[in-house]
């Protein structure tokens, strides 16, 4: 079956720091990947997909990038935190672009001090 | 761009109370649509699924959802609610087929009183 990890589960930043998280997936090849980032008090926003190595789409103009080393693995950067950076950060995939059912990680919650 | 929305996001019902939560979309083409819940302390997991056909979807422990293309609504029902079912749900919509991602709400959290 299909898996996927998260780490690390919570990160404590101060403002001005590199961040790094990252995502693994288990049990299947190219999958769609995703970042999300969830706020105080809103939903989920999308922040980043990939529909395979190498290959990036933003959709909100942040802080933030991500990257896609391998089929499985992707990664959230930031080479200077924000105030605003905090949140709760979800990873998902999915397997079917026509469907899109997302199955998600466990998260991070960072906190930038 | 396509925009949820949910009306409730603070609910608490006592047990055995019937339950209805309003998610409405602002989309006009095709849309696939999800209710997720994410219980005390885990991961955000599917609790059902539109993409076509019967309007009225069935998904895990007893939950359901009717899509009204008229309305853009598709609100989640149970009829019977239980002190396990305490979570925060989120209604989402997948519009067009791309690869890209889900369009959530802000989220509901319900909370049961035994």
């Known amino acids: 079956s299909q898996t996927i990890h998260q780490w690390p589960a919570t990160l404590v930043q101060p403002v001005g720091s590199p961040l790094s998280l990252e995502c693994t997936v288990e049990g299947t090849s190219n999958p769609n990947l995703y970042w999300y980032r969830q706020a105080a008090g809103r939903g989920l926003q999308l922040l980043f997909y990939s529909v395979g190595i190498g290959q990036i789409s933003s959709e909100v103009p942040q802080n933030l990038s991500a990257s896609r080393p391998q089929d499985r693995q992707f990664i959230l950067s930031s080479k200077k935190l924000l105030l605003s950076d905090s949140g709760f950060y979800l990873c998902?995939?999915?397997?079917?672009?026509?469907?899109?059912?997302?199955?998600f990680g466990a998260g991070t919650r960072l906190s930038v001090l | 761009a396509q925009s949820v929305s949910q009306h409730n996001h603070h609910v608490i019902l006592s047990e055995a109370a019937s339950l209805e939560l309003g998610c409405n979309y602002s989309y006009g083409g095709t849309v696939n649509l999800f209710w997720y819940v994410q219980y005390p302390g885990q991961h955000l997991q599917l609790l059902l699924k539109?993409?076509?056909?019967?309007?009225l979807v069935k998904g895990i422990k007893g939950f359901e959802a009717e899509f009204i293309k008229s309305k853009f609504s598709f609100n989640l029902r149970k009829p019977s609610v239980q002190w396990s079912d305490t979570a925060e749900y989120f209604c989402?919509?997948?519009?067009?087929?791309?690869?890209?991602?889900?369009?959530f709400g802000k989220g509901t959290h319900l909370i049961i009183q035994p």
């Open positions: 539109y993409f076509s056909g019967d309007p």
């Open positions: 998902a995939w999915s397997v079917s672009v026509a469907k899109n059912i997302q199955y």
């Open positions: 989402a919509v997948k519009a067009g087929g791309g690869a890209d991602g889900l369009t």
